[in-house]
Protein backbone atom coordinates (compact mmCIF):
# COMPACT_ATOMS: atom_id res chain seq x y z
CA UNK A 1 0.00 0.00 0.00
CA UNK A 2 1.01 3.80 -0.35
CA UNK A 3 0.98 4.52 2.71
CA UNK A 4 3.36 2.02 3.62
CA UNK A 5 5.99 4.10 2.54
CA UNK A 6 4.64 7.38 3.65
CA UNK A 7 6.29 8.92 7.21
CA UNK A 8 5.61 12.01 8.91
CA UNK A 9 6.77 15.24 7.00
CA UNK A 10 10.06 16.88 8.78
CA UNK A 11 10.22 21.01 9.46
CA UNK A 12 12.03 22.98 7.09
CA UNK A 13 14.40 25.64 7.78
CA UNK A 14 12.21 28.28 6.04
CA UNK A 15 8.97 29.73 6.44
CA UNK A 16 7.39 31.38 2.99
CA UNK A 17 3.50 33.36 3.81
CA UNK A 18 1.44 33.14 1.27
CA UNK A 19 1.75 30.16 -0.65
CA UNK A 20 -1.12 29.17 -3.40
CA UNK A 21 -3.11 25.98 -2.30
CA UNK A 22 -2.28 25.87 1.81
CA UNK A 23 -4.83 25.66 4.24
CA UNK A 24 -6.03 28.95 5.34
CA UNK A 25 -4.18 30.34 9.24
CA UNK A 26 -6.00 30.92 12.43
CA UNK A 27 -5.60 34.82 13.35
CA UNK A 28 -2.34 35.26 15.79
CA UNK A 29 -0.74 31.50 13.95
CA UNK A 30 2.87 31.85 13.33
CA UNK A 31 4.32 32.31 9.79
CA UNK A 32 3.50 29.35 7.22
CA UNK A 33 5.52 26.51 6.43
CA UNK A 34 5.21 25.76 2.39
CA UNK A 35 5.59 22.48 3.11
CA UNK A 36 2.79 22.40 5.25
CA UNK A 37 0.91 18.38 4.19
CA UNK A 38 3.53 17.92 1.83
CA UNK A 39 4.91 14.20 3.34
CA UNK A 40 8.40 12.84 2.29
CA UNK A 41 7.91 9.32 0.88
CA UNK A 42 10.50 6.58 2.26
CA UNK A 43 12.93 5.07 -0.44
CA UNK A 44 12.30 1.78 -1.01
CA UNK A 45 15.11 -1.13 -0.88
CA UNK A 46 16.39 -1.30 -4.49
CA UNK A 47 15.33 2.02 -5.68
CA UNK A 48 17.74 3.61 -8.30
CA UNK A 49 16.66 7.24 -7.17
CA UNK A 50 18.92 8.92 -4.83
CA UNK A 51 17.23 12.48 -4.12
CA UNK A 52 14.41 12.99 -1.72
CA UNK A 53 10.69 12.16 -2.88
CA UNK A 54 7.14 13.99 -1.43
CA UNK A 55 3.87 13.43 -2.28
CA UNK A 56 0.48 15.40 -1.37
CA UNK A 57 -2.88 14.35 -2.00
CA UNK A 58 -5.54 11.17 -1.56
CA UNK A 59 -3.34 7.85 -1.78
CA UNK A 60 -6.15 6.72 -3.52
CA UNK A 61 -6.79 8.80 -6.61
CA UNK A 62 -4.48 8.59 -9.27
CA UNK A 63 -1.09 9.08 -9.50
CA UNK A 64 0.89 12.12 -11.34
CA UNK A 65 4.97 12.60 -11.04
CA UNK A 66 5.51 16.22 -11.02
CA UNK A 67 8.93 17.50 -11.14
CA UNK A 68 9.88 20.56 -10.49
CA UNK A 69 11.27 23.52 -12.46
CA UNK A 70 15.22 24.86 -12.43
CA UNK A 71 14.00 27.02 -8.96
CA UNK A 72 13.12 23.51 -7.20
CA UNK A 73 11.04 23.02 -4.88
CA UNK A 74 9.98 26.44 -5.15
CA UNK A 75 6.74 27.85 -3.15
CA UNK A 76 5.16 28.10 -6.51
CA UNK A 77 5.73 24.90 -7.62
CA UNK A 78 4.47 23.30 -4.35
CA UNK A 79 1.26 25.38 -4.85
CA UNK A 80 0.42 23.63 -8.10
CA UNK A 81 1.33 20.65 -7.02
CA UNK A 82 -1.15 21.22 -3.90
CA UNK A 83 -3.58 22.19 -6.51
CA UNK A 84 -3.66 19.34 -8.53
CA UNK A 85 -4.14 17.42 -5.65
CA UNK A 86 -7.05 19.37 -5.16
CA UNK A 87 -8.54 18.61 -8.04
CA UNK A 88 -8.59 14.38 -7.33
CA UNK A 89 -4.92 13.75 -8.08
CA UNK A 90 -2.12 11.66 -5.71
CA UNK A 91 0.95 13.91 -6.64
CA UNK A 92 4.73 12.55 -6.16
CA UNK A 93 6.83 15.16 -6.13
CA UNK A 94 10.69 13.98 -7.05
CA UNK A 95 13.07 16.95 -5.63
CA UNK A 96 15.36 16.19 -8.20
CA UNK A 97 18.31 19.20 -7.69
CA UNK A 98 18.05 22.49 -5.62
CA UNK A 99 16.45 23.12 -2.35
CA UNK A 100 13.22 23.54 -0.49
CA UNK A 101 12.29 26.84 -0.83
CA UNK A 102 14.98 28.37 0.73
CA UNK A 103 17.37 29.49 -2.36
CA UNK A 104 16.92 32.32 -4.94
CA UNK A 105 17.03 30.43 -9.05
CA UNK A 106 20.24 31.93 -9.40
CA UNK A 107 21.68 29.49 -6.67
CA UNK A 108 19.46 26.49 -7.88
CA UNK A 109 20.91 27.40 -11.53
CA UNK A 110 23.77 26.78 -10.25
CA UNK A 111 23.44 23.74 -8.69
CA UNK A 112 21.20 22.35 -12.14
CA UNK A 113 24.73 23.25 -14.26
CA UNK A 114 26.95 21.58 -12.28
CA UNK A 115 24.63 18.07 -11.54
CA UNK A 116 26.23 14.87 -12.86
CA UNK A 117 23.01 13.47 -13.18
CA UNK A 118 21.45 16.46 -15.76
CA UNK A 119 23.23 16.90 -19.07
CA UNK A 120 21.88 20.61 -19.71
CA UNK A 121 24.10 20.93 -23.18
CA UNK A 122 24.22 17.75 -25.37
CA UNK A 123 20.87 16.99 -28.00
CA UNK A 124 20.35 13.94 -29.38
CA UNK A 125 20.98 12.23 -26.19
CA UNK A 126 18.85 11.31 -23.08
CA UNK A 127 19.57 13.16 -19.85
CA UNK A 128 20.81 10.15 -17.06
CA UNK A 129 18.33 11.69 -14.50
CA UNK A 130 15.50 9.83 -16.55
CA UNK A 131 16.57 6.27 -16.06
CA UNK A 132 15.81 6.93 -11.96
CA UNK A 133 12.41 8.76 -12.87
CA UNK A 134 11.72 5.90 -14.57
CA UNK A 135 12.13 3.78 -12.02
CA UNK A 136 9.88 6.00 -9.67
CA UNK A 137 7.03 5.75 -12.41
CA UNK A 138 7.20 2.16 -12.04
CA UNK A 139 7.34 2.32 -8.35
CA UNK A 140 4.27 4.60 -7.90
CA UNK A 141 2.27 2.23 -10.65
CA UNK A 142 3.36 -0.40 -8.44
CA UNK A 143 1.72 1.24 -5.48
CA UNK A 144 -1.50 2.24 -7.30
CA UNK A 145 -2.58 -1.57 -8.02
CA UNK A 146 0.07 -1.49 -11.16
CA UNK A 147 -2.64 1.50 -12.54
CA UNK A 148 -1.04 4.12 -15.14
CA UNK A 149 1.05 7.11 -14.16
CA UNK A 150 0.76 10.96 -15.64
CA UNK A 151 4.06 12.90 -15.73
CA UNK A 152 4.17 16.68 -15.82
CA UNK A 153 7.77 18.31 -16.62
CA UNK A 154 8.75 21.84 -16.73
CA UNK A 155 11.36 23.78 -18.07
CA UNK A 156 14.23 22.09 -16.74
CA UNK A 157 12.01 18.87 -16.82
CA UNK A 158 10.20 19.25 -19.85
CA UNK A 159 12.50 16.78 -21.58
CA UNK A 160 12.05 14.40 -18.82
CA UNK A 161 8.64 14.42 -19.12
CA UNK A 162 8.92 12.97 -22.56
CA UNK A 163 11.80 10.44 -22.08
CA UNK A 164 9.26 8.99 -19.52
CA UNK A 165 6.99 8.62 -21.82
CA UNK A 166 9.07 5.40 -22.87
CA UNK A 167 8.03 3.81 -19.82
CA UNK A 168 5.05 1.49 -20.40
CA UNK A 169 3.56 2.23 -17.07
CA UNK A 170 3.29 5.97 -18.23
CA UNK A 171 0.14 6.62 -20.02
CA UNK A 172 0.47 10.41 -20.34
CA UNK A 173 2.89 13.25 -20.85
CA UNK A 174 2.75 16.86 -19.93
CA UNK A 175 5.98 18.91 -21.14
CA UNK A 176 5.34 22.39 -19.90
CA UNK A 177 8.02 25.28 -21.77
CA UNK A 178 10.29 22.02 -22.12
CA UNK A 179 13.63 23.88 -21.98
CA UNK A 180 16.52 21.80 -22.72
CA UNK A 181 18.43 21.44 -24.04
CA UNK A 182 20.04 24.81 -23.42
CA UNK A 183 21.91 25.36 -26.67
CA UNK A 184 22.22 27.82 -29.54
CA UNK A 185 20.75 26.77 -32.58
CA UNK A 186 19.05 23.59 -31.41
CA UNK A 187 15.35 24.56 -31.00
CA UNK A 188 14.14 21.47 -32.26
CA UNK A 189 16.34 19.12 -30.15
CA UNK A 190 14.36 17.15 -27.22
CA UNK A 191 16.89 16.11 -25.53
CA UNK A 192 16.13 12.21 -26.26
CA UNK A 193 18.09 9.67 -27.70
CA UNK A 194 17.21 8.07 -31.20
CA UNK A 195 16.10 4.76 -29.55
CA UNK A 196 13.93 7.04 -26.86
CA UNK A 197 12.32 8.82 -29.61
CA UNK A 198 11.45 5.51 -31.81
CA UNK A 199 10.14 4.36 -28.67
CA UNK A 200 8.11 7.08 -27.51
CA UNK A 201 6.49 7.54 -31.37
CA UNK A 202 5.76 3.43 -31.13
CA UNK A 203 3.67 3.66 -27.61
CA UNK A 204 1.95 7.14 -29.34
CA UNK A 205 1.27 5.03 -32.76
CA UNK A 206 -0.30 2.29 -30.57
CA UNK A 207 -2.21 4.48 -28.27
CA UNK A 208 -0.35 3.54 -25.12
CA UNK A 209 0.99 6.82 -24.29
CA UNK A 210 -0.29 10.45 -25.37
CA UNK A 211 1.50 14.00 -24.95
CA UNK A 212 0.49 17.37 -24.42
CA UNK A 213 3.41 20.11 -24.65
CA UNK A 214 2.38 24.14 -23.21
CA UNK A 215 4.23 26.82 -23.90
CA UNK A 216 4.16 30.75 -24.15
CA UNK A 217 4.13 31.92 -27.99
CA UNK A 218 7.13 34.13 -27.30
CA UNK A 219 9.28 32.00 -24.93
CA UNK A 220 12.90 32.30 -26.38
CA UNK A 221 13.85 29.75 -23.79
CA UNK A 222 10.94 26.92 -25.10
CA UNK A 223 11.37 27.51 -29.08
CA UNK A 224 7.90 27.01 -30.95
CA UNK A 225 10.29 24.41 -32.90
CA UNK A 226 10.75 22.38 -29.95
CA UNK A 227 6.82 21.91 -29.39
CA UNK A 228 6.76 21.30 -33.52
CA UNK A 229 9.70 18.40 -32.84
CA UNK A 230 7.69 16.43 -29.93
CA UNK A 231 4.30 17.04 -32.38
CA UNK A 232 6.24 15.27 -34.90
CA UNK A 233 7.46 11.82 -32.67
CA UNK A 234 3.84 10.64 -33.26
CA UNK A 235 0.08 10.88 -33.33
CA UNK A 236 -1.54 11.44 -30.05
CA UNK A 237 0.48 14.97 -29.12
CA UNK A 238 -1.31 17.71 -28.21
CA UNK A 239 0.19 21.81 -28.40
CA UNK A 240 -1.06 24.06 -26.30
CA UNK A 241 0.46 27.80 -27.16
CA UNK A 242 -0.35 30.79 -25.25
CA UNK A 243 -0.66 33.69 -27.68
CA UNK A 244 1.56 36.41 -27.19
CA UNK A 245 -1.17 39.17 -26.85
CA UNK A 246 -1.11 40.65 -23.24
CA UNK A 247 1.85 38.65 -22.54
CA UNK A 248 5.68 39.40 -22.24
CA UNK A 249 8.24 37.94 -24.36
CA UNK A 250 9.42 37.13 -20.46
CA UNK A 251 7.05 34.76 -19.40
CA UNK A 252 7.87 31.17 -19.15
CA UNK A 253 6.42 29.14 -16.65
CA UNK A 254 2.73 28.65 -17.97
CA UNK A 255 1.08 26.59 -14.34
CA UNK A 256 3.52 27.81 -11.78
CA UNK A 257 4.80 31.63 -11.88
CA UNK A 258 2.86 33.02 -15.06
CA UNK A 259 -0.86 32.60 -13.10
CA UNK A 260 0.22 34.37 -10.05
CA UNK A 261 1.99 37.36 -12.12
CA UNK A 262 -1.17 37.51 -14.21
CA UNK A 263 -3.71 36.95 -11.48
CA UNK A 264 -5.83 40.28 -11.15
CA UNK A 265 -5.73 40.65 -15.17
CA UNK A 266 -7.92 39.83 -17.56
CA UNK A 267 -7.95 37.89 -20.57
CA UNK A 268 -4.66 36.65 -19.31
CA UNK A 269 -6.02 35.09 -15.94
CA UNK A 270 -8.61 33.26 -17.88
CA UNK A 271 -6.44 32.76 -20.79
CA UNK A 272 -3.81 30.71 -18.02
CA UNK A 273 -6.41 28.76 -16.09
CA UNK A 274 -7.57 27.29 -19.75
CA UNK A 275 -3.83 26.04 -19.92
CA UNK A 276 -4.24 24.55 -16.63
CA UNK A 277 -7.87 22.92 -16.89
CA UNK A 278 -6.65 21.56 -20.05
CA UNK A 279 -3.24 20.02 -18.46
CA UNK A 280 -6.10 18.79 -15.83
CA UNK A 281 -8.29 17.40 -17.99
CA UNK A 282 -5.67 15.71 -20.40
CA UNK A 283 -4.60 14.00 -17.41
CA UNK A 284 -7.68 12.74 -16.05
CA UNK A 285 -8.98 11.36 -19.54
CA UNK A 286 -5.11 9.50 -19.37
CA UNK A 287 -6.01 8.38 -15.79
CA UNK A 288 -9.37 7.51 -16.06
CA UNK A 289 -9.94 10.01 -13.64
CA UNK A 290 -13.28 11.16 -12.18
CA UNK A 291 -13.46 15.15 -11.62
CA UNK A 292 -14.07 15.61 -7.58
CA UNK A 293 -16.78 17.94 -6.52
CA UNK A 294 -14.78 20.83 -6.12
CA UNK A 295 -17.82 23.07 -4.71
CA UNK A 296 -17.48 20.66 -2.07
Same mark, same amino acid.
Request: aromatic share 6%; with cysteine.
Given at each position: ? +???? *? /???? $?? #??? &?????? =?????????????????????RPRGATWTWPVYRTGDAQDPPV????????????????????????????????????????? +???? *? /???? $?? #??? &?????? =????????????????????????????????????????????????????????????????????????????????????????? /????????????????????????????????FSFLDHSVLTVAPGKYRDRQPQ????????????????????????????
Amino acid at each position: M +VQDF *V /REAP $SV #ELR &VPGVPG =TPPRAEGDGPLDPMTGIQPVERPRGATWTWPVYRTGDAQDPPVIVMHEISGMSPTYIGYCRALAARGFHVWMPHIVGPTPTAGT +VRAA *V /RVCI $SR #EID &VLRSGR =TSRVVAPLRDLARHVSGLHGGGRVGVVGMCLTGGFALAMATEPAVSGAVAAQPALPFRPFVGRALGLSPADAQAIGERLEDGEVAILCT /RFARDALSPHQRCAAVQDLGPGVEIDEIPAAGFSFLDHSVLTVAPGKYRDRQPQAARLQESADRVTDFLRSRLGAVAPNENG
